[in-house]
Antibody, heavy 121, light 106 residues
Framework: EVQLVESGGGLVQPGRSLRLSCTTSGFTFGDYGLNWVRQAPGRGLEWVGFIRSKANGGTIEYAASVKGRFTISTDDSKSIAYLQMNSLRTEDTALYYC????????????WGQGTLVTVSS | DIQMTQSPSTLSASVGDRVTITCRASQSISTWLAWYQQKPGKAPKLLIHKASSLESGVPSRFSGSGSGTEFTLTISSLQPDDFATYHCQQYNTYPTFGQGTKVEIK
């Protein structure tokens, strides 16, 4: 069974950093791309970034709103993806999901339950 | 970025109604479009990808159509479990989502 479990959310002051984890199981980690998607309270979904599968180069892309502040990385030995978030802003407050691609396309077939990040002084 | 515009933002309907939600892209995305259902406090659930391919296990009352810039999600006969928010997402380029359509009880 494919599972994705996010962790690491919490309350953080503006300008500070936080690292989210996405622990996966039930599939070969490097064979699939992963998205990070966020949802601000009462708002729609916003793509944050993704990492492509190893077969597609393992390259990483970011949304303009987070580029230069957020970094995606992986620990392949543990099947974990990370989202390092620096210079956090109040507008980064959201529920953060990780999700898995299917094939080479960046739609999300499987989702975690999300982890809440609140940026506030 | 490709902008995705859903309409309506809210839809009031009754059990048994035929419901149609529209998603328009700011430029052509061929058929690189997915639809998700989201219930309060839950993660989105994939319903349809490649504009019209029904995800395994999704009831056949859900269908998708369209190509280029205009797409529709249709629920042929609304069931109590279908009251939720629906999101479209293009994946022709870096993913972008519509703002969501809430289907509520009339």
């Amino acid at each position: 069974e494919v599972q994705l479990v996010e962790s690491g959310g919490g309350l953080v002051q503006p300008g500070r950093s936080l690292r989210l984890s996405c622990t996966t199981s039930g599939f070969t980690f490097g064979d699939y791309g992963l998205n990070w998607v966020r949802q601000a309270p009462g708002r729609g979904l916003e793509w944050v970034g993704f990492i492509r599968s190893k077969a597609n180069g393992g390259t990483i892309e970011y949304a303009a709103s987070v580029k230069g502040r957020f970094t995606i990385s992986t620990d392949d030995s543990k099947s974990i993806a990370y989202l390092q978030m620096n210079s956090l802003r109040t507008e980064d407050t959201a529920l953060y999901y990780c999700s898995r691609w299917t094939g080479g396309s960046s739609f999300s077939q499987y989702w975690g339950q999300g982890t809440l990040v609140t940026v506030s002084s | 970025d490709i902008q995705m515009t859903q309409s309506p933002s809210t839809l009031s309907a009754s059990v048994g109604d035929r419901v149609t939600i529209t998603c328009r892209a700011s430029q052509s995305i061929s058929t690189w479009l997915a639809w998700y259902q989201q219930k309060p406090g839950k993660a989105p659930k994939l319903l349809i990808h490649k504009a019209s391919s029904l995800e395994s296990g999704v009831p056949s009352r859900f269908s998708g159509s369209g190509s280029g810039t205009e797409f529709t999600l249709t629920i042929s006969s609304l069931q109590p479990d279908d009251f939720a928010t629906y999101h479209c997402q293009q994946y022709n380029t870096y993913p972008t989502f519509g703002q969501g359509t809430k289907v509520e009880i009339k």
